[in-house]
């Protein structure tokens, strides 16, 4: 049983992409802008990494996988982790470091 061919859908709500700005972006307009003003505690994070948490929201480069939990993709592009707003597989996040990814998810979220 398959959908209609990959009508692409935002991350967030799910519904149908219709613009390519959007379908680029990952997520419908209201969705991004609530994103963007997403009510989240960044104190304790340096600018750059609230800087890279939203760098990779924009680029879609963290996907929600089940309930609180996402994968995004490292840097460079060569690795995935698994992410919640509390831990992270990444090398900074195994260590008990709070990395940006969490801080992603967090704004992911809280939006
Ligand atoms: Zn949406
Ligand atoms: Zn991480």
Redesign the pocket.
Known sequence: MQNTPEQPR?L??H?PLRSAKSIALG??P??ARKIRRAPVDTSGYKPHQIASARELIEDAAIIPLRSIVFVAVSSDGTETYKTAPNACSCPAGVKGSRCYHQLAARMLLAA
Do not use: D, E, S
Request: charged share 10%; hydrophobic share 0%; glycine share 12%.
């Open positions: 935002c967030h709500c519904r997520y419908g209201t969705c």
